[in-house]
């Protein structure tokens, strides 16, 4: 059973940066998502990165502004996020793909969906002010 725990979070200004870390034992075989939810929101994916960090996904928001990457000698999976806007407030999760990734193949793969995770952490709250 993966224990996933993020930090990170907290206030910034508009065109501020923060980094967000997703720590896990055992989670090397496993890709990870991060999804984040706005006040009145549906949960939406923001990134993705494949068990080798080989593939990486980023939602239209995200794109040109946020970074994902991982450690896995660490056990941490981090997400960049440069130039904050006030639409990027909400609570940031990370989730870990159910299913381990074994094949060299499937360490390439990932998927920005809810069906896709079957593990959560318990969120960090980013707040942006303009």
């Known amino acids: 059973q993966l224990q996933l725990v993020e930090s990170g979070g907290g206030l910034v200004q508009s065109g501020g940066s923060l980094r967000l870390s997703c720590v896990a034992s055992?989670?090397?075989?496993?890709?990870v998502v991060w999804f984040r939810q706005a006040p009145g929101k549906e949960r939406e994916a923001v990134s993705c990165?494949?068990?080798?960090?080989?593939?990486?996904k980023y939602a239209e928001p995200a794109k040109g502004r946020f970074t994902v990457s991982r450690d896995n000698a660490k056990n941490t999976v981090y997400l960049q996020m440069n130039n904050l806007k006030p639409e990027d407030t909400g609570i940031y999760y990370c989730?870990?793909?159910?299913?381990?990734?074994?094949?060299?193949?499937?360490?390439?793969?990932?998927?920005?969906?809810?069906?896709?995770?079957?593990?959560w952490g318990q969120g960090t709250q980013v707040t942006v002010a303009s």
């Open positions: 990165v494949s068990s080798s960090g080989a593939t990486r």
């Open positions: 055992g989670f090397t075989y496993h890709a």
């Open positions: 989730a870990a793909g159910q299913r381990e990734q074994r094949s060299l193949r499937a360490q390439s793969m990932c998927e920005m969906t809810t069906e896709y995770v079957g593990y």
